[in-house]
Every structure is written in structure tokens, then in C-alpha cells.
């Protein structure tokens, strides 16, 4: 079985461009997270997905924003990108139906440096 | 205010020594959840454990076990007879309950992380 796949694996992006990450969990989970890891604020939560609904949303500006299409897989966007927004973005997903034993499954991340 | 805190921010052993990852929470819901998972320099985490708040058993596999307390909240790791391969940063999480009161996970709360630096 597929594990969780984020795609570009690296991105190098300019002061005020926008990008676009992807993001196809693992066949038949319907959840989708998304991570930001940076070596001074370390792993903060983004947003979660379920149902093309965005369930659960972190401390970021309104620059992040993500969507979750029918086949669950996810993309994240950020706008009029900074300088601190130069971080590992990782993406997460799970079954999500209430299983007793749920636990998430992350992809190897997106590489994103802001010059 | 942190929810997950590991004290221990850089750990270096030779190999076959045992090492013991610290780990202290903080939550004001009676359901909760924990986990470990572990980073290599790839990047991507690695889903060590889960464990539930209402089973403080602690649980052991392979070299790996986990001490639960819920007197002290913490969540502490044990790596027996460490190897090289174990070399990478581990990180302690929390989810509390989704607001809904289902068993889904909603978002997880991660520690700054452990970097463990096993030498041959």
C-alpha cells in the first residue's frame, strides 16, 4: 500500500510569489493534515481536512489556505510568500472513522525555501 | 502555554547503552491521546506508538518501550541496546478529544523534539 505522497519533494520560491503544495494520503483515508516544521517553532498544525471540509484550523494568517477534493487528496496554498514561511511542510493523513487505534501517517514533506 | 514538553533537546550514546526520552504533558481533558514518532533525516515521521488515556499499561516491542504515567503526565521512551540506526529526532504528541467527542484525532500538539545521536 501506498504511503502518503507530497509532491514537489523541493520548491524554491522568490518575496511575494505563491505556491502550491500537493498532497494524496493513503488509499481509503479520508483525513488530510498539514504540518509546518521549522527549526525555531518547530512542528505547528495547519489545517485538517475531512470531507472536503476544513475540520480544524491552526495560528497561521490568512495567507495558508489548503482544500481537500472528492478523492481526498489535498493541496495547501500560500500566498505572497515571506521570507519565514521557508519550512518543511508536511502532510498527514488517517481513516478517520472513529477507530479505537487511529493514528496519522505523514508523508516525507515539501521542502520549501523563500528567497 | 506548551502542551507537550521534552526537556531533552540533544542525547548522545554510544551503542548498546539505554536511553530514556522524557516527556510531559499537559491537558485538561480526560480523554486524550499519545504518541511517539520518529524522525530520520529523509524527513518524514515515522509512527512510533499510540497510547489512549485510559490504558496506563505500559507496552514494550522489541527494544522499544514506553512508561505511562498519568500521576506525573508524562509519556517517557526507552530504547534498549541502542543501535546507529536508531540516530535520528523523536518527537512526543498530544490530541485531545475532538470537540465532537469522537475518537478522531483533530490536530496533534508536538514537543520541540529529542535529537539522538547514537555512536558506533
Known amino acids: 500500500k501506498a504511503g502518503v505522497t507530497q509532491t514537489p519533494r523541493y520548491l524554491i520560491k522568490t518575496r511575494g510569489q505563491q505556491v502550491t503544495l500537493s498532497c494524496s494520503p493513503i488509499?481509503?483515508?479520508?483525513?488530510v493534515s498539514w504540518y509546518q516544521q521549522t527549526p525555531g517553532q518547530g512542528l505547528q498544525f495547519l489545517f485538517e481536512?475531512?470531507?472536503?471540509?476544513?475540520?480544524n484550523k491552526g495560528n497561521f494568517p490568512g495567507r495558508f489556505s489548503g482544500r481537500q477534493f472528492s478523492n481526498s487528496r489535498s493541496e495547501m496554498n500560500v500566498s505572497t510568500l515571506e521570507l519565514g514561511d521557508s519550512a518543511l511542510y508536511l502532510c498527514?493523513?488517517?481513516?478517520?472513522?472513529?477507530?479505537?487505534?487511529?493514528?496519522?501517517?505523514f508523508g516525507s514533506g515539501t521542502q520549501l525555501s523563500v528567497l | 502555554a506548551q502542551k507537550v514538553t521534552q526537556a531533552q533537546t540533544e542525547i548522545s550514546v554510544v551503542e548498546k547503552e539505554d536511553v530514556t526520552l522524557d516527556c510531559v504533558y499537559e491537558?485538561?481533558?480526560?480523554?486524550?491521546?499519545l504518541f511517539w514518532y520518529k524522525q530520520p533525516p529523509s524527513g518524514e515521521l515515522v509512527f512510533l506508538i499510540r497510547?489512549?488515556?485510559?490504558?496506563?499499561q505500559n507496552e514494550i516491542s522489541g527494544r522499544y518501550s514506553w512508561n505511562f504515567q498519568k500521576s506525573t503526565s508524562s509519556f517517557n521512551f526507552t530504547i534498549t541496546a541502542s543501535q546507529v540506526v536508531d540516530s535520528a529526532v523523536y518527537f512526543c504528541?498530544?490530541?485531545?478529544?475532538?470537540?465532537?467527542?469522537?475518537?478522531?484525532?483533530?490536530?496533534?500538539?508536538f514537543g520541540r523534539g529529542t535529537q539522538l545521536t547514537v555512536w558506533p
Open positions: 504528541a498530544l490530541s485531545e478529544s475532538h470537540p465532537r467527542g469522537s475518537s478522531t484525532l483533530g490536530r496533534l500538539y
Open positions: 488509499s481509503g483515508h479520508r483525513s
Open positions: 497510547r489512549n488515556s485510559f490504558d496506563e
Open positions: 481536512y475531512f470531507s472536503e471540509t476544513q475540520r
Open positions: 491537558t485538561r481533558d480526560t480523554t486524550y491521546y
Open positions: 498527514a493523513s488517517s481513516l478517520d472513522y472513529g477507530h479505537y487505534n487511529e493514528k496519522l501517517f
